[in-house]
């Protein structure tokens, strides 16, 4: 079946670090990527929808400036949490498709946690 | 939610029981997916329903739509420890290129 990769799983670091978490479709090409922000206990809120080759379309509420979406290839997109602060701590989940009307693949997620 | 509701939020059932979630949304869809979720995990895809559909089964999953009243149902039949998870729907908009979660029911399996 599909497979996303999401990368890292996990990360740990000090306020006003950038970090970048890449998403890779690994064996379909994905035209389109979704980047969500779940909270504990919460649903996944939609962040930010990515094509490839064009700029993010974000979601009302969501800062582009903030969360910086480059989608530069069939197989990548990458999310940068830029000057990350502890409010911005939250698990970081990517999908991805093929076309419209098929399901989207999910990575495993990313949990980013800011000191 | 971004876009709607399930209910119930938790559900707590033996193994062998029957489960049932509801999941109702906002807007018009071109289809609604059924996602799984382990504690800190990606979503699982469990079963896609087009808005020209009613029912859909996959293999113990049952899922029914009913677009005039916005809301869809997912049955777990027989079901077994390991289905312990959060589940959420999703829908997919007209033009395919919005996709929003429902809150989400976590349902625990109790062996």
């Known amino acids: 079946g599909a497979v996303v990769s999401q990368h890292p799983s996990r990360v740990i670091c000090k306020s006003g670090t950038s970090v970048k978490i890449e998403c890779r479709s690994l064996?379909?090409?994905?035209?389109?990527m979704f980047w969500y922000r779940q909270f504990p206990k919460q649903s996944l809120m939609l962040m930010a929808t990515?094509?490839?080759?064009?700029?993010?379309?974000?979601e009302q509420g969501v800062e582009k400036d903030k969360f910086l979406i480059n989608h530069a290839s069939l197989t990548l997109s990458t999310l940068t949490v830029t000057s990350a602060h502890p409010e911005d701590s939250s698990f970081y989940i990517c999908?991805?498709?093929?076309?419209?009307?098929?399901?989207?693949?999910f990575g495993d997620g990313t949990r980013l946690s800011i000191l | 939610s971004q876009q709607g509701e399930e209910d119930p939020q938790a559900l707590s059932i033996q193994e062998g029981e029957n489960a049932t979630m509801n999941c109702s949304y906002k807007?018009?869809?071109?289809?609604l997916q059924w996602y799984r979720q382990n504690s800190g995990r990606g979503l699982v895809h469990l079963i896609l329903?087009?808005?020209?559909?009613r029912e859909k089964h996959s293999g113990r999953l049952r899922v029914t739509l009913d677009t005039s009243k916005k809301s869809s149902s997912l049955l777990i039949t027989a079901s077994r420890a390991a289905d312990t998870a959060s589940y959420f729907c999703?829908?997919?908009?007209?033009?395919?290129?919005?996709?929003?979660f429902g809150s989400g029911t976590k349902l625990n399996v109790k062996p």
């Open positions: 999908s991805a498709r093929d076309s419209m009307n098929q399901p989207q693949h």
């Open positions: 064996d379909f090409q994905a035209t389109t």
């Open positions: 990515s094509n490839e080759g064009s700029k993010a379309t974000y």
């Open positions: 807007t018009s869809i071109n289809n």
């Open positions: 329903i087009r808005s020209n559909e």
């Open positions: 999703a829908t997919a908009s007209y033009n395919f290129n919005k996709f929003y």
